[in-house]
């Protein structure tokens, strides 16, 4: 299975202000995903990025507040814009892979804290 | 209703016993089914998958899909306290369709 980090593993933010999370794979991939797992509430796809086309958004989830870089077949970047209480959640990359090359494997996550 | 229902739990068990996790679901297009496991501050850790209806045996975990039924089931053999984590069910369809649609996640307690 792929090895993914994230950067930073945690931070805390003001309202208003915006935060990028970074995503690095150790092999190259196709597909990257981004989810947001809030307390209490299942994890939750934001958006699917491909290497050299816009990021596919998921019902709910918009451009503007969550833009989405994929500048290679290793790296991705999510920025939260104009962050609010609500935004405060785990965010998580993951990638698709494996034997089978269905499974999906996920990033250590990102721990946002907005006050 | 939910597409994916997962009772949260709590779950406390001792021990050497065996467990039972469950998943319904509402969607009939699904077609692949994981099981993942998630430690308290970490990333969620890809345990079982499966495709369509059966068994699948990995060590002292056993996956089961009735599609049927929709229903999915994990069962742990000889629990450890190693085990104590959230389990978390997920799905998706076919072809194109990469989209996990994830359970809540069960917490699991095994106390020595």
């Known amino acids: 299975s792929a090895v993914i980090s994230q950067k930073p593993s945690r931070d805390i933010c003001q309202r208003g202000t915006s935060l990028t999370i970074q995503c690095q794979v150790d092999?190259?991939?196709?597909?990257m995903f981004w989810y947001r797992q809030q307390p209490g509430q299942s994890l939750t796809l934001i958006a699917t990025?491909?290497?050299?086309?816009?990021?596919?958004?998921e019902s709910g989830f918009v451009i503007d507040k969550f833009p989405i870089s994929r500048p290679n077949l290793t790296f991705s970047t999510l920025t939260v814009s104009n962050m609010s209480p609500e935004d405060s959640s785990i965010y998580l990359c993951?990638?698709?892979?494996?034997?089978?090359?269905?499974?999906?494997?996920f990033g250590p996550g990102t721990r946002l804290t907005v006050t | 209703q939910k597409e994916v229902e997962q009772d949260p739990g709590p779950l406390s068990v001792p021990e050497g016993a065996i467990v039972s996790l469950n998943c319904t679901y509402s969607?009939?297009?699904?077609?692949?089914f994981m099981w993942y496991r998630q430690y308290s501050r970490k990333g969620p850790e890809l345990l079982m998958y499966?495709?369509?209806?059966g068994n699948k045996e990995d060590g002292r975990f056993t996956a089961q899909v009735d599609k049927s039924s929709k229903y999915i089931s994990l069962f742990i053999r000889d629990s450890q306290p190693s085990d104590s984590a959230t389990y978390l069910c997920?799905?998706?369809?076919?072809?194109?369709?990469?989209?996990?649609?994830f359970g809540k996640g069960t917490l699991l307690t095994v106390n020595p």
């Open positions: 997920a799905m998706r369809g076919g072809g194109s369709n990469y989209k996990l649609t």
């Open positions: 969607n009939s297009a699904f077609q692949y």
């Open positions: 990025a491909n290497q050299g086309s816009e990021a596919t958004y």
């Open positions: 092999s190259q991939v196709t597909m």
């Open positions: 499966t495709y369509s209806s």
């Open positions: 993951s990638v698709e892979g494996g034997l089978a090359g269905y499974e999906q494997y």
